[in-house]
């Protein structure tokens, strides 16, 4: 157990639809990254908050935003969801460049 | 170019062989270097952090870095089936919490 959970596990939605993704960092990290990963690809750099600020942003599309709570809970949102969307989603807490994922969820648009 | 190639396999290898995961990397900013292993899509686990060149030895694994070369290797001794796994690599700069990943290789140790 990495200590950084993940919410929902699984989720089934629609095109058009917008979810929203849940990361509660190990106990103490205050750097929360977000991840994609689609079946044909690696692990796709999102986005990275730490301590509720904004730090990095990869390949994040537009519908797609992040932020980082006063709890250092995080949460990703996705909207205008499309096929191609489906993917697992990660978030990783870290500390000293050491990065701890959690579990992930596995996105699937209908 | 991408800035971490890795080569996805699939590599399938018998039980108690030598196993050699490989990474090239382009940026010379970078200077740590993970391994992770992720089973059947759950989430990534580190293995490995190193940030110097030379070798990191912990167990049955070794990783290997060679920054002139911008190539890093993780040697896996005596590999059992519970190895069997995606490993994939990690990269990072100096002062930065950014991680760039390889692809990922696909590998299987069987029996």
């Known amino acids: 157990d990495s200590g950084v959970t993940q919410t929902p596990k699984h989720l089934i939605t629609a095109t058009g639809q917008r979810v929203t993704l849940r990361c509660s960092p190990r106990?103490?990290?205050?750097?929360v990254y977000w991840y994609q990963q689609s079946l044909d690809q690696g692990l796709q750099f999102l986005i990275h908050?730490?301590?509720?600020?904004?730090?990095a942003k990869g390949n994040i599309l537009e519908r797609f935003s992040a932020q980082q709570f006063p709890d250092l809970h995080s949460e990703l949102n996705l909207s205008s969801l499309e096929l191609g969307d489906s993917a697992l989603y990660f978030c990783?807490?870290?500390?000293?460049?050491?990065?701890?994922f959690g579990q992930g969820t596995r996105l699937t648009v209908v | 170019q991408k800035e971490v190639e890795q080569d996805p396999g699939p590599l399938s290898v018998p039980e108690g062989a030598i196993v050699s995961l490989n990474c090239t990397y382009s940026?010379?900013?970078?200077?740590?270097f993970m391994w992770y292993r992720q089973y059947s899509r759950k989430g990534p686990e580190l293995l490995m952090y190193?940030?110097?060149?030379g070798n990191k030895e912990d167990g049955r694994f070794t990783a290997q870095v060679d920054k002139s070369s911008k190539y890093i290797s993780l040697f896996i001794r005596d590999s059992q089936p519970s190895d069997s796994a995606t490993y994939l690599c990690?990269?990072?700069?100096?002062?930065?919490?950014?991680?760039?990943f390889g692809t990922g290789t696909r590998l299987q140790v069987f029996p």
């Open positions: 940026n010379s900013a970078f200077q740590y």
């Open positions: 990783a807490s870290s500390v000293a460049g050491e990065a701890f």
């Open positions: 990690a990269m990072s700069q100096y002062n930065t919490d950014k991680l760039i």
């Open positions: 106990s103490g990290d205050l750097s």
């Open positions: 190193t940030y110097s060149s």
């Open positions: 908050y730490y301590n509720g600020e904004e730090r």
